[in-house]
């Protein structure tokens, strides 16, 4: 799969190690990704409040750019991103009008021919074609998959898996041998806004995620954002001095997980690259007992 | 020579808005062959009628044209004011100004323009019109009730107490419907099962109802007063004559895991089993798609158990073969799938049901006998929260339209949980309360006030379970969208009312057409609201919209009136739009060839074979007939007709082909 690629400012920065770990196991997925020429901010949180125009033009300016070097598909692993853009993508679907002016404004012509993908849809369907026993380690462990708020939302726009349930992160984790488990925080705010003004806020609800991914047994969070992942990881100790109990649960992006499936070293992963270190409990057989008991619950159910 | 009248009418400002009343009377009077143009502000009034009237007395019209609105409208007003002045019916035709020009178009000359091309296409018809005469037909009193719910019942019981014979026909082994599945019923609070078992002994002890149960419809042929219905009755591996309803088979079948669906799921049933203990009629049914005799060709505990013999387990299906001279359909609603709220949790805990569910908890005929206690435990919850709307009013969630019925009973659910469990507390998240009906409002006002439901205006954006408990977390927007979390024992979904998932094959089998939601559609909203499109068949209850008891209950009252009206005369009138076949003089006699092309493109059955004879019996040639009870008049038979032996009456070839022309 040849795919156009937008890294974003995140993942040259805070989170490198999305970048570096897709980049990594991308070769083995079959997946080539070419940079966008050129690309520039998508203008995330602080365009959008201020001019609805910058908003649309920084990403129309990337969009259009992938236009010219000839993607039909952009990757955007960022979830910022992805919904600046597919937003963007959206907005100037529905206004001819809007589209000339932002064309405009950017000095390109704006088309609107290039699909806007994020990560799960990408890796969803290199999964469904098969992995034909690329998986030498499989990630045996129950993960908590959290998706967060951009993802999936808003439905109409993304047109992507169900917006309050999603699925397609709990069925890619399934096929890399690890156990999704069933909690209620999938879809709920980290905090991302206030990242920076209002770290309390942050702290109160993303302990809350960490503390019911805790409780439901996951030995991980595996993310697709890297605002989830600074506030669940980065912020972890203060989330825990909120709580007052420690959680020391790794959140790990996706790719990682999947990284470590496929067999790739921690080190290209970047998994050290983390402040709550990438750990798991030492149990005996652990992967088999946990199967057993997912494999028990559906059946127990239906019987009742 | 033709002397037609053109009468315009203004229609208030809907048309004499945008046309020029006075440049069409004007132009129209231009037309070779009118001899008479004028225009009036409402045409359907009596002066308008009246100007019609003596206009054709006076100039001796031989052909009218209204301008005005659509035919559907008022051509049969207009028609017997014509026919009232001594002009067949038929020669008065419609020019519709007001739907195909002036509610179409802006104010300006082109409107005008084809408001005086659309009386001229008319005046071109009329020129070339025949008198022509209602075809009789005769009528079948029977009618046909399909649902057996309470509008089926009701419906069934008037048209058979008007003195008409009725067959009902049930598709689940039991009639009674949504509403024998009802604990209470607003805003009274008297037992459902009290007032409707009475009424579904009545139905089956009537002499004019003929009842049949687990059947389904098969086939709808004919028209208005003539219908020939097919109708599958299941087999049921009982013989329904021997069997006396004593209900030793039943306890004799080994399954007993088996959801009812008369409990809805909150309780089992067996495999051969009736649905509920006032069943009517009180007959068991095998389930064959569960019974182990059926799946793994051994068991029979039931037959051998059975006092009557009355278990067949080879009984085949029967098509019974019925004609009737009206339909009436009244099959209802289900319930809206809970797929599009995952985040609600239902189908994942135990402990979040649906409002139907609640009713079978809260009946006292239901699994518990009436006490409430939720399904994982048993345990009498002590905290439970009722959310409203769920899947209503939100596209995003399920159907845009409103339910109409779950503010009412949600007010009524969290007043009986109330009285059955004192120190319970029950919240109610609600977007606003539509109690629009006689001593509704006073209801919800009574659960809130007198038994202390606490209403929290707001939506619930998820369930999950923690600790036992079932965490719901809402917003409470008469407090600025304060989030509300609570910690519930039992959470009840109000889930959306939706047509039957077979409605469209059902709306397709009776020629009826349907909505975007796939309800069934009435002719006219407002004025026609039992009536549908197709003559002779007609509507009742939720299978149109969502609708309460009361709504319902008048409304197939109201049907059955529409068929006893029918039912009144002895022969109907038809409309003689119908083909006919080219007859002439000998030595031709018809210029049919005899090819029947028609016969195999005739969509009803129509077309018949005539032998034209000599004198001495000699066979001179086959052709067409049609049947002119049958004919409905679409003229796909003189489409495909090689010979153009055949023709529609008032809408001739030669008047279609005028028309066209005339533009």
Redesign the interface.
């Known amino acids: 799969m040849k795919l156009g690629y937008f890294p974003g400012c995140s993942l040259q920065g805070s989170a490198g190690e999305f970048d570096e770990s897709l980049q990594a196991i991308a070769p083995a997925l079959g997946l080539e990704l070419i940079e966008i020429p050129d690309w520039s901010c998508c203008g995330a949180s602080a365009a959008h409040n201020l001019n609805r125009l910058l908003a649309l033009a920084l990403p129309a300016r990337t969009l259009a750019l992938a236009e010219r070097a000839g993607f039909r598909e952009v990757l955007v692993p960022c979830s910022a991103c992805y919904s600046r853009l597919i937003l963007t993508r959206h907005e100037l679907e529905q206004d001819e009008g809007l589209r000339r002016q932002v064309s405009e404004i950017i000095g390109m012509e704006y088309q609107g021919t290039v699909r806007v993908l994020n990560i799960l849809e990408v890796m969803g369907q290199i999964f469904q074609d098969g992995l034909k026993g690329k998986i030498t380690k499989p990630f045996e462990h129950p993960v908590a998959c959290y998706y967060g708020c951009l993802l999936v939302r808003p439905?109409?726009v993304v047109q992507f898996d169900?917006?309050?349930?999603p699925r397609t992160m709990d069925e890619l984790m399934k096929k890399i041998g690890a156990e999704p488990i069933?909690?209620?925080f999938k879809v709920?705010c980290c905090g991302a806004g206030f990242s920076i003004s209002r770290t309390d806020l942050v702290a109160k609800l993303s302990s809350k995620i960490l503390a019911?991914a805790q409780?439901r047994g996951a030995e991980a969070i595996i993310v697709a954002c890297p605002m989830c992942h600074a506030n669940l990881d980065m912020r972890q100790e203060k989330a825990e001095k909120w709580a007052g109990k420690k959680y020391s649960m790794p959140v790990l992006y996706l790719t990682q997980a999947i990284g470590l499936a496929l067999g790739l070293p921690e080190k290209k992963l970047a998994l050290h690259q983390h402040l709550v270190p990438v750990s798991f409990p030492v149990k005996a057989k652990p992967a088999a007992k946990a199967k057993a008991e997912t494999a028990s619950q559906p059946a127990g159910q239906s019987e009742? | 020579m033709s002397r037609i009248g053109v009468f315009l009418c203004h229609c208030g400002e809907n048309i004499a808005g945008t046309v020029d009343p006075g440049k069409v009377v004007e132009a129209a009077n231009r037309i070779p062959g009118v001899v008479h143009s004028i225009d009036y502000k409402y045409m359907c009034s009596d002066p308008g009628q009246s100007l019609i009237r003596e206009a054709i007395k006076e100039k001796g019209l031989t052909g009218v044209i209204v301008a005005a609105c659509s035919p559907r409208m008022h051509e049969p007003t207009f028609r017997r004011v014509c026919a009232e002045s001594g002009l067949n019916a038929f020669l008065c035709e419609m020019a519709n100004v007001r739907e195909h020009c002036s509610w179409v178009h802006e104010k300006s000359e082109l409107t005008t323009a084809k408001a005086i091309d659309l009386v001229r296409i008319m005046v071109e018809k009329a020129k070339r019109n025949r008198p022509l005469f209602p075809i009789k037909v005769p009528v079948t009193k029977t009618a046909l009730v399909l649902g057996g719910g309470i509008a089926g019942i009701q419906a069934s019981l008037d048209i058979a107490n008007a003195g008409h014979k009725v067959i009902l026909v049930e598709r689940d082994p039991s009639i009674g419907g949504h509403m024998a599945q009802l604990s209470e019923t607003f805003p009274t609070l008297d037992c459902s099962q009290c007032i409707l078992t009475p009424r579904m002994v009545e139905v089956a002890q009537h002499p004019n109802i003929t009842l049949h149960t687990y059947s389904e419809l098969e086939s709808v042929d004919g028209f208005i007063g003539n219908f020939k219905v097919k109708i599958r009755k299941k087999a049921r591996g009982i013989d329904e004559k021997l069997c006396t309803g004593c209900g030793v088979c039943a306890q004799k079948c080994p399954l007993k895991k088996i959801p009812s669906e008369f409990n809805a799921a909150m309780g089992m049933r067996t495999a051969i089993y009736t649905p509920f203990p006032q069943a009517v009629p009180n007959k068991p049914v095998i389930d064959k798609k569960r019974c182990t005799y059926y799946l793994k060709g051994k068991c029979k505990a039931c037959e051998k158990a059975c006092p009557a013999e009355a278990i067949r387990f080879d009984q085949p299906d029967e098509i019974i073969e019925v004609e009737t001279g009206a339909i009436v359909c009244t099959t209802g609603f289900e319930v809206l799938s809970t797929e599009f709220?995952?985040?609600y949790g239902y189908g994942?805990y135990?402990d979040v049901i649906n409002g139907l569910q609640f009713e079978r908890l809260a009946s006292a005929s239901g699994p518990t006998l009436g006490a409430i206690r939720r399904p994982s435990d048993g345990k009498e919850p002590e905290t439970v929260v009722f959310i409203a709307c769920a899947g209503s009013r939100d596209p995003?969630k399920g159907i845009e339209y409103c339910s109409k019925i779950c503010c009412m009973y949600t007010a009524k659910h969290a007043m009986l949980y109330k009285h059955k469990v004192h120190q319970g507390t029950p919240y109610v998240f609600y977007m606003d309360i539509r109690a629009g009906g006689k001593m509704y409002e006073e209801f919800v006002r009574r659960a809130i006030e007198e038994d202390g439901v606490k209403y929290i205006r707001g939506r619930v954006?998820?369930i999950?379970?923690?600790d036992g408990k079932l965490?719901v977390k809402g917003a409470d927007t008469l407090l600025g969208a304060q989030p509300v979390e609570i910690e519930a024992d039992l959470v009840v979904l109000a889930t959306a009312m939706v047509a039957n998932s077979g409605a469209e094959e059902l709306a397709k089998k009776i020629h009826v057409s349907y909505d975007s939601y796939h309800f069934l559609a009435e002719a006219h909203p407002k004025l026609r609201p039992v009536e549908t499109n197709t003559a002779g068949i007609f509507l009742a209850g939720a299978c149109q919209a969502p609708r309460d008891i009361p709504e319902t209950v008048a409304q197939a009252s109201g049907a059955a009136s529409k068929v006893a009206a029918l039912f009144s005369a002895d022969e109907l009138s038809r409309e003689p739009v119908i083909a006919v076949v080219h007859r002439t003089a000998p030595p031709i006699f018809s210029i049919c060839e005899g090819c029947f092309m028609c016969e195999q493109a005739c969509p009803f059955q129509a077309i018949e074979r005539e032998e034209i004879k000599t004198r001495d019996g000699k066979l001179i040639k086959v052709v067409a007939k049609v049947n002119p009870g049958v004919c409905q008049g679409c003229g796909t038979c003189v489409a495909l007709c090689r010979a153009k032996a055949l023709d529609l009456q008032g809408f001739s070839n030669e008047q279609v082909y005028a028309e066209v022309m005339a533009v």
């Open positions: 439905p109409k169900r917006p309050e349930d069933d909690w209620a709920e019911d409780r009742e | 709220f995952p985040e994942k135990k995003a954006s998820r999950y379970e923690q965490i």
